[in-house]
């Protein structure tokens, strides 16, 4: 992890990525990130002893944790992707001695910025170069009509100080945008708030928080697009099974559908129709995307995912969709760029505010590989066709870096992605397991 925005010297591994051959294989991509975030957040306020296993072992989520043991709670990891959390419950944990570190994490900075608003002591949440450029007045401004005590920079950026001991009081918030971090920041908060907190959005997101509350026995009700819940209740310990990052599979799902021969199967991993947006995405362009052994887990359905070869065509994509696959879209956007015909995305402003500015990061990428692409404020226009090699700066964005990876499998020639170390804060072990499916990818 880059702390405090210092990158140093030698510190932007590369790599050079160029075709491989047909992608073959069945395995597992690693837990997800959304839930194993909120997994250690719950555990860690509930009573009792709770187990995670499936636990992603990324520089985000390992943030997370080693915030909370920062404030007290004790935290075991027996083995990798399992951890033991000794919750210490609503009001247990203990004032930080510094600043709380959530390094690349957008989620971990807003959703911790309505827990911690809600305790009787002061923290800072601090996070690196990207994080610090995110705009957190989305969740300090409904916060502080809680009540809350937030300061930022002038322009609502990290650092967030955040003074404790507020009372605070419930509030009905409508989100201007989608965010599921918006709404759980809200929620989190509102466990410490007098009488209800209520938030509605503009598109149903990931319900993640509010079923992992009422797992853990906090009364929430909610429905696609709404959540509400009270105060004054408590969390009891209970173990989580954390499913295969949907995020991550969908760069195999990609490559597999692109290159000619390919043929995978990707376990257990979640498909909660909330993520899965890039599947209805791609099976209009032609994909053949099976779901097999379909269950349910605490957070929505789990499945394996067959996927093989199939010839994409352009579509515009429907702005319903821009939610459900809100992090897919730099791989979307390779899948777009080798289809036939164009494909437009539109509604999709949001993809400027992540750890890069995504719109931008794609169409100068895939233009420097000589595709046809057109940005707009809130999207793009991609023109399918050959792709060359070239050299692509990922900005520090671990999906951008990715995405990049796919689309030399479909190039001419080698393909150079600058600054790829950022890829362990959301898929650790990418590199190995991509190499293993038939990825041509090594270290430059
Ligand atoms: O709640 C979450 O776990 C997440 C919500 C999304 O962010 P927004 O809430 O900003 O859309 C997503 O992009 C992020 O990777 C994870
Ligand atoms: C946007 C992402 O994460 P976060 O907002 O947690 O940094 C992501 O993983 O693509």
């Known amino acids: 992890m880059r702390n405090g925005g210092t990158a140093v010297a030698g510190d932007r591994p590369g790599w050079v990525a160029s075709r491989g051959g047909a992608l073959s294989g069945e395995f597992a991509v690693p837990g997800d990130k959304s839930i194993s975030h909120r997994a250690v957040m719950l555990a860690a306020l509930a009573d009792g002893d709770s187990r995670i296993d499936g636990f992603l072992e990324g520089e985000d989520t390992r943030a997370t944790a080693a915030i909370f043991a920062a404030m007290g709670v004790g935290i075991e990891a027996p083995s990798p992707s399992c951890r033991i959390v000794h919750g210490v419950g609503i009001d247990g944990l203990r004032p930080p001695a510094g600043p709380l570190d959530c390094g690349n ?104 928080t509010e079923r992992m509350l009422a797992a853990f026995g906090w009364p929430v009700d909610f429905a696609p697009g709404r959540a509400r819940l009270d105060g004054g209740h408590r969390l009891q310990a209970r173990d989580i099974a954390v499913p295969g990052d949907f995020s991550s599979a969908a760069f195999f799902i990609v490559a597999a559908t692109l290159v000619p021969g390919s043929s995978l199967v990707l376990r257990s991993v979640g498909v909660d129709p909330r993520r899965t947006g890039l599947i209805d995405a791609l099976r209009t362009m032609g994909a053949d995307i099976r779901e097999l052994d379909r269950r349910e887990g605490l957070c929505g359905p789990v499945a394996d995912i067959a996927v093989r070869h199939a010839p994409l065509r352009g579509i515009e994509l429907p702005v319903a969709l821009v939610a459900d696959m809100i992090d897919e879209f730099p791989v979307f956007a390779v899948a777009a760029a080798c289809a036939s015909g164009s494909t437009r995305i539109s509604g999709a402003a949001e993809l400027r505010v992540k750890e890069s500015d995504r719109i931008r990061a794609m169409a100068t990428g895939l233009q420097a590989l000589g595709v046809d692409v057109r940005e707009s404020p809130g999207g793009m226009r991609v023109e399918g066709g050959r792709l060359r090699s070239g050299a692509v700066d990922s900005l520090g964005d671990h999906r951008i870096a990715m995405a990049f990876a796919v689309a030399a499998q479909l190039a001419d020639g080698e393909v150079a992605i600058d600054d790829v170390a950022n890829v362990a804060t959301s898929f650790p072990g990418f590199e190995t397991l991509a190499q293993a499916a038939g990825f041509g990818l090594r270290r430059a």
């Open 105 to 208: 994490s957008g989620t971990a900075m807003r959703l911790l910025a309505g827990l911690l608003a809600g305790q009787r002591f002061d923290s800072e949440l601090v996070g690196d170069a990207s994080l610090s450029q995110r705009p957190m007045q989305r969740v300090a401004a409904p916060l502080r009509a809680m009540g809350a005590a937030i300061d930022s920079d002038d322009g609502g950026r990290p650092p967030l100080r955040i003074t404790g001991g507020r009372l605070l009081r419930g509030l009905d918030h409508e989100t201007p945008v989608a965010s599921a971090q918006v709404k759980s920041a809200m929620l989190l908060a509102g466990l410490y708030a007098g009488g209800v907190t209520g938030v509605r959005e503009p598109r149903p997101t990931r319900d993640y």
